[in-house]
């Protein structure tokens, strides 16, 4: 009787679990498509993942490449978007830009649920006790800091290479997925099923596992969905201020810092950099709400 | 309830304690030495260490630790590090910059908002709450810079009905109310569409809640039941949003305060950090995190008047 | 002499729309109620009283609406009006209902006695006259309503919240506010299940002086025959959205003619039995209705008949109708909607 056995088990329930949920995917799926403003979000944040993969295929041009004496055009047939400072291509420094910034924002998603929801699973299943007690409290200290004031901190001691970015970032993130994932589990700690595993004498860690778990991911997908769009604002932001991406990079948040200070020259790289931001974080709201809608029907206010 | 609130407010200030350990960590983790870049490199190893030994430097962490925490108990935030001025008195004179814009805007959007929110409810599924709806989830998204910028080019560089940088002469009421529209107005779009959606929320829940049913059915009219019993009941989780989020502005409003070339906290705090200069920094974090903490506190205590549940338990 | 009709529900259909698709919780009701006079409707959880009740309201969730009939009130279709007119006519004067859930039915941030000021309030407002000394008299009129309820202790329970309340107490100030409002009608969604049977026989006998009191007619919502034997004159019995019984009280309790009844009555306790009987089996699920009777599965007195089509409502004796096949022979049916 092995603990290595009792976690193989786990685990091949948790596939199980996840097989038999994929299947409900299609149902998931089918949610989403009658559901248009859903639709539209998927559609934006698709787009912006095929545009950081097949950037090189896709940007007309390449975003590095200088052509000082086309500076500051506005919207031509040959640069579709305009140019910035030093001639470069608006438009494909626009998705070379989702081509910088889109890993980043998925491994802050992923590393801040997977920290987060595993602190929070923690201080649920231990709540009241002086665990729980210590993790709700460093949740409290993360997210008391203004969010901005916490990043930059860090950035300024630790720098703003790409991996860096991520774990700070996560680390912001940490809290929220925290707080949502200790409330599920108290919620579902008390449900039928959970006391039933427990009567029959499952281990800890199964019940975790292959019961609390899956029954808690919808809020926490739904938040990683809407903190796409976060994450991205954040590191445009950043960027903005000279601490995110450096030039010559290219990212939005470069993008609005030039149009800025440029903005008499020409007003086109604020115009595409706002236009961009805009689009993706209604994209990313859209698809969680999307997706709040189709894990939880409940809570849809449809008709 | 004394109680209550005397329990709640060791834990924030328990908070407080944690964040403040961790800034002086953060700082303490500090690229670089601080006597370096006060002297040039050319500066010989005789004179470095001189400073070194002056400032304090030499001295094993622990005592530099016990010494730091004694100096800030007795107000002493320490030096900007090329002017010799204190700190904290600068730091704090950047405050009430930021406390106006942040205020004004809380106050502004609360009010856009929550109209907006009623009137949606007002003509529920209607066309107008349908549109309000897209317009609201629009705004949601245009964050505070990128609305700073777009009302800048709009407004101030292409029509030209507001200035966009500086914050007015002394003197002049009417100049400084005008140079406050536009980073205002970036503050609140994406509170206004917050706060309408969530007003909205909440009064479709309490317009279908048991209480007005029977309120309704006893023949209490309308408007008296929306004003009186769904938006007393409204206000906790408006309470809770607003208040911190006026609470995170008081430190954060960074980006507004950058491009508007408005002196405040937010940008004190940035320029420090990009200029490596740390006790201004943590003199400013501090302070933002001290507004903070006691938005949350004045957001339970008025959660509590308003809720008697809370209260009495 | 019978007394003069006041509110008439004709052919009354509610449909809910719900994920699983439409379900039909009140499927053509015809019912009468006379002034002065207490009608009954009886039978399990779910049978569809609620909603009847609401329906008679307007006070149905936003995805359920009327699908046919009428409710006439007086001779006027209240059907086809808006929540203003409701408002401005209806709720507070004409009708009010008492909910059978007490405990979200309270505005739990305000205390008791500012609700009830608030009903006082709005009381003056639609009766001219002098308002100081009106709201000394009802200040004694709430007092000894209280007290006709039970409740003990008047001044700390006005002075409380609503979170503070037992279920029954919650109950019993909402039955009051009711009495004090002095509707035509008031519909009662079981006020006294929760109360306990001695403060349950005084609530019932203030529902009594009420009817006697001010003509009011009642309509008296309750899964218990017993209390509604005592209190009403005419009772109907539903079961899953149908009327399958209806007459007068007396007639029922003596000689009760569906199934149905005649069980909810065996079901009663009784100085003479040592063992409850009970309805085997379960309410049927309305989202999928079946086109023969209902109450089918669960019927003690099942016959051939019964697997044909589902019956109508027949007048099998004079003023007393039940839904059964028993009671269908092809020249002597009368059908409770007159004709169609």
């Not at chain 1, 248009?36 to 950037?55: K, N």
């Not at chain 1, 400072?85 to 801040?112: M, Q, W």
């Not at chain 1, 599920?184 to 009567?199: D, G, H, P, Q, R």
């Not at chain 2, 309308?222 to 989780?237: D, E, F, G, T, Y």
């Amino acid at each position: 009787m092995g603990y290595g056995n009792t976690l193989q088990n786990a685990l091949k329930n948790l596939g199980l679990r996840a097989f038999h949920k994929i299947r409900k995917q299609k149902w998931v799926i089918a949610k989403i498509v009658r559901n248009p403003s859903a639709m539209v979000g998927a559609f934006i944040v698709a787009l912006m993942i095929i545009s950081a993969v097949f950037a090189p295929w896709i940007a007309p041009h390449d975003p590095l490449k200088t052509d000082i004496e086309h500076r500051f055009e506005g919207p031509s047939a040959h640069y579709l978007l305009g140019t910035d400072e030093l001639g470069r291509d608006t438009l494909a420094r626009i998705i070379y830009g989702a081509r910088t910034t889109v890993p980043i924002i998925f491994g802050v998603v992923v590393l801040g649920a997977a920290i987060g929801v595993l602190l929070g699973i923690l201080a649920g299943y231990y709540s009241g006790t002086f665990l729980d007690k210590l993790l709700l409290w460093i949740f409290d200290v993360i997210s008391t800091f203004p969010g901005i004031i916490l990043v930059l901190a860090l950035v300024a001691i630790f720098g703003s290479s790409d991996l860096v970015l991520t774990l700070i970032l996560a680390f912001w993130r940490i809290p929220s997925y925290g707080r949502i994932s200790r409330t599920e589990i108290l919620s579902i700690k008390n449900e039928t099923y959970v006391k039933a595993a427990e009567a029959l004498g499952a281990r800890r860690w199964r019940i975790i596992l292959s019961h609390m778990l899956p029954n808690s991911l919808p809020p926490i997908i739904v938040l990683g969905g809407m903190d796409l769009g976060v994450v991205v604002m954040s590191i445009a932001g950043l960027s903005y201020l000279g601490l995110g991406m450096q030039p010559p990079k290219p990212s939005w948040g470069g993008m609005l810092s030039i149009g800025y200070t440029y903005i008499r020259q020409s007003p086109w790289l604020i115009i595409w950099g706002c236009v961009t931001l805009v689009i993706i974080m209604i994209g990313c709201s859209l698809f969680s709400g999307g997706l709040r809608a189709s894990l939880k029907p409940e809570e849809s206010l449809s008709e | 309830m004394l109680k209550y609130f005397g329990k709640r407010l060791l834990v924030l200030l328990s908070v407080l304690v944690g964040v403040v350990l961790f800034v002086s960590t953060l700082t303490y983790l500090i690229p670089g030495d601080p006597a370096t870049i006060i002297l040039s490199q050319r500066a010989t190893p005789e004179v470095r260490q001189k400073l070194i030994h002056e400032l304090g430097l030499d001295l094993p962490p622990l005592v530099r630790f016990g010494q730091y925490w004694w100096k800030i108990f007795h107000g002493d935030f320490g030096y900007y590090m090329l002017s010799g001025r204190p700190v904290l008195p600068e730091v704090l004179s950047a405050v009430p910059y930021t406390f106006i814009l942040a205020t004004v805007g809380i106050f502004f959007s609360l009010f856009i908002g929550m109209v907006l929110g009623i009137l949606s409810i007002y003509y529920k599924d209607t066309l107008f709450d349908h549109i309000l709806d897209v317009l609201s989830a629009t705004a949601l998204s245009v964050v505070q810079y990128v609305a700073a910028l777009g009302l800048m080019l709009v407004f101030s560089v292409a029509l030209d009905w507001f200035p966009a940088i500086g914050m007015g002469d002394k003197g002049d009421i009417v100049g400084q109310i005008r140079h406050l529209v536009l980073p205002v107005l970036a503050l609140s779009i994406s509170w206004i569409g917050y706060i309408q959606r969530i007003v909205r929320q909440v009064l479709a829940e309490t317009l279908f809640s048991e209480y007005v049913k029977t309120a309704k059915s006893f023949g209490i009219p309308r408007r008296r039941i929306i004003i009186r019993h769904c938006l007393r009941n409204a206000v906790k989780p408006l309470v809770t949003v607003v208040v911190t989020g006026w609470g995170a502005l008081l430190g954060g409003s960074v980006f507004i305060e950058s491009i508007f070339a408005r002196k405040g906290l937010g940008r004190l705090i940035v320029t420090a950090l990009t200029q490596r200069d740390y006790y201004v920094a943590q003199a400013g974090i501090m302070v933002a995190v001290v507004l903070f903490i006691i938005a949350v506190m004045l957001a339970e205590i008025i959660n509590a008047v308003v809720d008697p549940r809370i209260r009495l338990e | 002499m019978d007394k003069e009709v006041i509110l008439e529900i004709r052919n009354l259909s509610v449909r809910y729309r719900t994920r699983k698709g439409p379900i039909m919780p009140v499927a053509n009701v015809s019912l009468r109620v006379r002034e002065g006079e207490c009608l009954g409707i009886a039978g399990e959880s779910g049978c569809g009283k609620s909603t009847l009740a609401l329906a008679v309201m307007k006070l149905l969730p936003p995805n359920a609406r009327i699908s046919t009939g009428s409710i006439l009130l007086n001779g006027e279709d209240l059907v086809p009006l808006s929540e203003k007119e409701y408002g401005r006519r209806i709720w507070g004067k004409r009708i009010i209902m008492i909910s059978q859930n007490p405990h979200d039915a309270l505005d739990p941030v305000f205390r008791v006695r500012d609700q009830l000021e608030e009903i006082l309030w709005v009381h003056e407002k639609s009766q001219p006259g002098n308002h100081t000394a009106q709201r000394e008299s009802h200040g004694h009129e709430i007092e000894r309503i209280l007290t006709g309820m039970g409740i003990p202790d008047i001044s700390r329970v006005l002075g409380a919240y609503p979170h503070q309340l037992s279920g029954g107490m919650k109950q019993r100030i909402l039955t009051a506010m009711a009495f004090f409002c002095n509707p035509s009608i008031l519909i009662a969604d079981e006020p006294t299940t929760a109360l306990d049977t001695t403060i349950a026989a005084q609530v019932t006998e203030m529902f009594k002086d009420l009817m006697k009191a001010h003509s009011t007619s009642l309509v008296y919502i309750s899964h218990d025959l017993a209390l509604l034997s005592e209190l009403s004159t005419s009772v109907a019995v539903m079961y899953a959205g149908e009327i399958v019984e209806y007459g007068k009280t007396a007639d029922i309790a003596s000689k009760p003619m569906h199934p149905y009844t005649t069980a909810l009555l065996a079901a009663l306790p009784s100085a003479s039995k040592s063992r409850l009987d009970s309805i085997p089996g379960r309410v049927p699920d309305l989202s999928n209705p079946t086109r023969l009777c209902q109450f089918s599965p669960r019927c003690r007195e099942k016959g051939g008949w019964c697997t044909e089509e589902k019956p109508e409502l027949l007048e099998v004796t004079p003023g007393h109708w039940a839904r059964c096949s028993k009671f269908l022979t092809t020249d002597t049916d009368r059908s409770i909607h007159g004709a169609r």
